[in-house]
């Protein structure tokens, strides 16, 4: 019973994970109506320009805000460059640009620092905790915390300022928003530029686990069914999306890979999206469209 | 038609030419040329894997250099070589092999590297219709240690099986002797891949044979999460684990070990979970971690001084990072460029001075002998193991070292070269071959010449 | 008198709660033009919707041509030979005017996807009976001449026209017109009123349309039914409906 | 919005193409003609490196195209199509190898084609970009299935394929020659009958489903078969596609040359090419094949040496990247539009 607790929490922890990723993909979904595959390169980009800062002997928190201002200005720049132009375009031609775009970010990050592996500390114990029989990861619980100040940072965020309510006035209707006086344009800019910080908490989170190094970009194939179970929409739904393809999938990895013979990870939480899907075609908590003839 | 549709046009008329001439060059001969020995090197600086690939072009192209600047080529002939990127795919691979295996200014291609456990196993058939031997060091297929179903193929040194049987011969060095391998549970974490499925059938004869049990444990492609995985371990407990990873999979497995609190320095690493590029992001929790390798790590042996003295002092080392030389890969691509050369340098003795091509370089990999004389000659001793190819045996070594991590840097802690029970595993891997040969219609060469 | 084409009996409709139609009974006749008229938000286009299986009704029952349904799937419909225009633009808008009225044939193909692909015997024929059927409607309806356009660079009272096209092909018994006038000057108008009288004689189709425009409908059809918030407040000829109290209180009196 | 939608597609798929049609077949047949006759001139690098990948990613771009550009069903899914029709193929040429080598391909297509159409059950409910999401289930499950299951490449240590001996009435096609001929006859004839399939009730189905699916019911389209039709089509011929890849390209092959890149790269070649056009589809595979082996070649004879070998290939891949995004911005019928552009521009020319 305790493996399974144990399993289960573990799961849980590592779903934390990929929701940090996937709210940064609902934010520029919302804002710009695009799945943003290239969110992957930043969270890369991110890690690596923090690593290297601190590599030549940067203060940690110089080179925090130092990378912050490049992500936020890269993913100002993705928005005005590529997403402006493409405004109205179907939306898998908008995906696959921001496909594209990854491959252009990803040159030039590596370009600029390289494309060797580097350790990165944020100086966070991990020894594990035992309650009971029960063992859990320092580092683990300390990512699920970041998360949930993240989380409940965007919602005062959204639900309070004014960026935060015309943004949400945007998604119904354009000129609601331009009623309250914000630019959609600087509007647009003020939520990529949140999603490159997020992309930058992500960055190190994940880089502190696994290492800085171009793996980082594969994190959004987790993200995205998280997404499709939470909604695009929703950074609630990004949460609990993610708390179910962690926990599931590890589970799933115990005990379906026993029987199936194992590495049933890599399509579990799609299968399981897809059967979210059929009963909900938006996703749990994503908007559902009004057909109308 | 618009002038800017005529701009557009002619700029697409440009690349057109610029195509068509650069395939042009790549196609005239010279004469002059023709003294120099053309290794093309398929290398992958782009893409999940390129940190661990750096390193090997700079040890390689490093020993070219060295042949060419202190030796003035070997026995006269320079060497030349260029690069072309696979991205570690197999399409792009096939490209650069495509590409290259004409050879370059009428010098032909010896030996194709190609640099990917995937490749090389689609090249397997291409090349032995081609002529041109590929040297696998340390992955591709196990089976073509069988030279006479597979002449092209050349896994020198140290194939997957050997690497297994070896980590297996290092527990029981540490346990005190095989017959105290009875009983113990040896797990191995591997990547749930071709490559990491490799060592599925010998483990299993070889815990049948020694009365350890085996427990396979797969981490799914690419490996950033590996919660599930070791809580198993957890569960079941086993003494040992035997972690073949291949890029990110190696520092999370290690950190995840951490977490659930398996003791590191009962994990040994695979040849490509064995390197700093995997150890170093894990952090302090990678110190005492354990790998089997068959490219030692270290910048003392002597090849390493004369390398430092005649080209990285002189500016001449492809190492983009000082701290690199003599780090594992490294002196996997020095290992590499080594056999390379004394290859060619056998077939020359045998063909004569001149640039060989990769009919007499098969010949030369398969009478290839690298004593322990040669290497002392060499100054490789302690970085490569004694190895003596044949048509039968494409293997030659199947010895590795365990290293083990001291946070820093890597320190050998096994007792030289642990040994892999090849006499145990050759008769199954010839089974394996002469399977391969019946399906596909391959009939064996007679190995007696 | 023969059996009406189509019995509502009690059908209600709501939309989270708010009732879209509320109870609604009535007949049409065969052979007949019925005109709903009501202002907008009346439940007419969801009363469509129902009719032929785009929406489902919560309760009440329909019947067409002697079989009762609640619900319905919108292909069964077609092929009972309820055909339909609609009131925003859903024609096939990258298709030329022939494929959109071709398209329309479609559910008459007895032809498979292999003989499609290799193009055998009845394929063939099936193709050419398809041609003739198609540009006899688009002759009908004066169309000969856009034939071949693209449907979205046609203008808009041209593509109605497309659309009804597509609904008549296929020779349905009743066929449903959801404001095929809207946004037509009075010229288009007259026009597209002789093509749907036409198509009601030449074809015998019954028709049940959806109309704003007063002098239309009363120049049009046989039978008139007014809604006002999901109710029925009126039904019967136009002179019936035009004295009707009710009706003039709840509609006519609010239209300028 | 509409994930597919094909808003800027004008004029696709009508039949007012006759006037110029002589013209077509004939440039089509003076072109099939000029590729047959291209072993004569080309090398072992041309064949194997450049023309074979980029046939077949040709094919592989007309199966999604026929989903995605005409059906309007978007999917990610096709590299997974891919790998079945490979492994199909493989086992049908190993269980029953008296079969002939055409009918092999096809029965692995139509394999393929089923597998498709289960994978395709879910666009009866989910649509736009759920969809193309849910189509990844697809991908990563196959990508898994023939991982994992030793059965189906016959127990190799490898769990990766080798092509058969390839051969058609006793002719031996593994050659270079053989094998391109081979590509080249099924290129071109899965596109005669796909331009058949287009121009049919089928195609017309299709259209109408990719332009306005509720409409397409209300007047008695089968929209649900249709879709699945398509699916099945679709995936038939990415199945033979990725037989071909297997065999007729790389030779040996696991799972992985059949991942979501792949899949990526076919979605590429139709966007890029043109969605609902059958040129687009070899325009799109020319763009995703060769462009990078262009920039390669002229990245080495203009900078060879002179940069470092990394960061050359990192420019290369970023420049490649800002190429796919600006002809996506600056194209947005794709790159067949353009030169149906500039054919009309020549063709009227010419018959002035």
Known sequence: MSFFVETFIGGLLAGVMYSLVAIGFVLIYKASGVFNFAQGSMVLCAGLTFVTMRDRGIDFWLAGLITLTIMVAIAIAVERVVLRPLVNRPQITLFMATLGLSFVIEGIAQIAMGASVHELDLGIVDTPITVGEVQVSQFDLVAAATAGVLVIALSIFFNWTRVGIALRAIADDPLAARSIGIRLQTLWQIVWGVAGFVSLVAGLLWGARQGVQFALTLVVLKALPVLIIGGFTSITGAIVGGLIVGASDSLAE???????????????????????LLVRPTGLFGDAPIERI | MSIRKQKRITSRAIGLAALVL???????????????????????????????????????????????????????????????????????GIECYERVKAGKNGSPVPIFLPHGDPI????????????????????????????????????????????????????????????????????????????GKETQVPLAHLAKTYGFEDIQIPVPHPGNEQSAQWAKIRQLKPDWVFLRGWGVMTPVAIKTAAKVGFP?????????????????????????????????????????????????????????????????????????????????????AHFGVRPINGEEAQWGLEHLDLSEKRLAEIGATGLQQPLKLSAKDHEGGGAGKVLQWDGEKWNVVSNGWVKSDRELLLPLIYERAAAYARERGITPRDATN | MAEPILQLRDVSLSFKGIKALNALSFDVERGEICALIGPNGAG???????????????????????????????????????????????????????????????????????????????????????????????????????????????????????????????????????????????????????????????????????????????????HVVVLDYGRKVGDGTPEEVRRNPDVIAAYLGTVH | MTAIGTD????????????????????????????????????????????????????????????????GQASLGSGGFMAVGAYATYNILLRLPELPLPVNLLLGGVISGLVGVIAGLPSLRIKGFYLVASTLAAQFVLEWLFNQYGWFSNYSTSSSISAPRLAILGHDLSSPTGRYLLTLATVAIVTVVAIRLVRSQTGRTWMAIRDMDTAASVIGIPVAAGKLKAFFVSSLVIGIAGALWAFAYLGTVDARSFNLDRSFQVMFAIIIGGMGSISGNYVGAAFMILLPILLDHVGGAVFGGAIDPGQLENLQKALFGALIVWFLIKEPRGLAALLSRAWTQLASRFER
């Open chain 1, 254 to 276: 115990i005990y379906l890979g026993s029987l199936l013979g194992g590495s049933v990870s890599t399509w579990f939480s799609y299968v399981l999206a897809v059967g979210f």
């Open chain 2, 22 to 92: 650069s395939l042009a060059v790549g196609a005239t001969a010279s004469a002059e040329d023709a003294k120099t020995q053309y290794f093309p090197l398929a290398t992958f600086r782009v893409g999940a894997y390129a940190s661990s690939g750096i390193p090997v072009w700079a040890g390689e192209i490093d020993y070219f250099r060295y042949i060419n600047e202190v030796e003035g080529g070997i026995n006269g002939i320079k060497l030349v070589w260029d690069e072309c990127e696979t991205n570690w795919e197999v399409e792009k």
């Open chain 2, 120 to 195: 090389s196993k689609a090249l397997t058939e291409k090349s032995v219709a081609d002529k041109i031997p590929l040297v696998t060091i340390a992955y591709g297929r196990t089976e073509a240690i069988d030279g006479r179903v597979f002449p092209y193929s050349f896994p020198v040194v140290f194939s997957f099986w050997s690497e297994a049987s070896s980590a297996v011969n290092f527990i029981a060095e540490k346990v005190g002797g095989k017959d105290k391998l009875k009983g113990l549970k040896i797990a191995t974490v591997y990547h749930d891949s071709p490559y």
């Open chain 2, 264 to 348: 590191v320095d009962h994990i040994i690493g695979g040849i490509w979970s064995g390197s700093e590029e995997d150890v170093r992001p894990a952090g302090a929790v990678g110190k005492g971690y354990l790998a089997i390798t068959p490219f030692p790590a270290g910048a003392n042996f002597e090849i390493h001084q004369k390398l430092k003295k005649h080209i990285l002092d002189k500016g001449l080392s492809d190492l983009k990072d000082p701290k690199s030389f003599g780090s594992v890969y490294y002196n996997s691509g020095v290992d590499e460029a080594i056999v390379a050369v004394e290859a060619i340098r056998t077939a020359q």
């Open chain 3, 44 to 222: 007419k286009s969801s009363l469509l919707n129902i009719i032929n299986g785009v929406y489902r009704a919560d309760s009440g029952s329909v019947s067409f041509d002697g079989e009762r349904f609640v619900r319905i799937r919108p292909a069964r419909a077609a092929h009972l030979g309820i055909g339909r225009t609609f009131q925003h633009n859903a024609l096939f808008r990258h298709l030329s005017v022939l494929d959109n009225v071709l398209a329309g044939l479609i559910r008459h193909s007895r032809t498979t996807l292999i003989e499609h692909a290799f193009g055998l015997g009845r394929d063939r024929s099936e193709t050419r009976a398809f041609g003739r059927r198609a540009d006899e409607i688009i002759g009908f309806l004066d169309l000969a001449r856009h034939r071949d356009r693209v449907v979205s660079t046609l203008p808009y009272g041209v593509q109605k026209r497309v659309d009804l096209a597509r609904a008549l092909v296929g020779r349905p018994s009743l066929l449903l017109l959801d404001e095929p006038m809207a946004g037509m000057n009075q010229d288009e108008k007259r026009e597209m009123s002789s093509f749907v009288l036409e198509a009601n004689r030449s074809f015998r189709t019954t028709v049940v349309l959806i109309e704003h425009d007063m002098s239309v409908v009363m120049g049009l059809s046989h």
């Open chain 4, 8 to 71: 800027t597609i004008e004029g696709f798929g009508s039949t007012d193409e006759t006037a110029r049609s002589w013209l077509r077949i004939a440039l089509a047949v003076a072109l099939l003609a000029g590729l047959a006759a291209v072993p004569l001139v080309a090398n072992d690098y041309w064949l194997n490196a450049v023309l074979i990948p980029f046939l077949i990613m040709s094919l592989t771009a007309l199966g999604l195209n026929l989903l995605m550009g005409y059906a």
